[in-house]
């Protein structure tokens, strides 16, 4: 099974970070796996992966809501800005826990393929890469 090039995980809890990267790792989704810990770092890791004669934009971002600084949702409207190509090459799931209906309404129209509710288990990373990445994950 062909691995995604590279996976941004956007959180400012350093505890998720840890055990998502653990799962991406456990189950060889990523040959790199990127961290950010608001969305203003999470738009400079996409700044860096486009420079250079070959850009190497994640392939999925995992995208929390509630953040400091730049939260998920402002991260989705300067993402949404960024050149076609750039967004083309990148899929966006938020992973949250918000249930916060202005959270929620405010997700529509902005440039997220999903939503999925925290925690991530291989459960839901396997229906997010058979739904975005046309994988099976091999039993």
């Not at 990127?34 to 070959?54: K, M, R, T």
């Not at 949404?80 to 209906?101: E, F, W």
Request: hydrophobic share 40%.
């Amino acid at each position: 099974m062909p691995t995604l090039s590279s996976v941004l995980l956007v959180d400012d809890d350093a505890t998720n970070n840890f055990l998502n990267e653990r799962l991406l790792k456990r189950h060889d989704v990523a040959e790199r796996i990127l961290v950010a810990e608001n969305g203003q770092q999470a738009l400079a890791v996409l700044q860096q992966s486009g420079a250079g004669p070959q850009p190497h934009y994640p392939s999925l971002i995992l995208l929390d809501i509630q953040m400091p600084v730049m939260n998920g949702i402002e991260f989705l409207e300067a993402f949404q800005r960024l050149p076609p190509a750039q967004r083309h090459a990148t899929t966006v799931v938020v992973l949250t826990t918000s249930m916060d209906a202005r959270d929620l309404t405010r997700l529509d129209g902005l440039p997220a393929a999903g939503r999925i509710n925290k925690p991530l288990t291989q459960e839901k990373l396997d229906t997010v890469l058979r739904l975005h990445f046309q994988r099976q994950r091999a039993c």
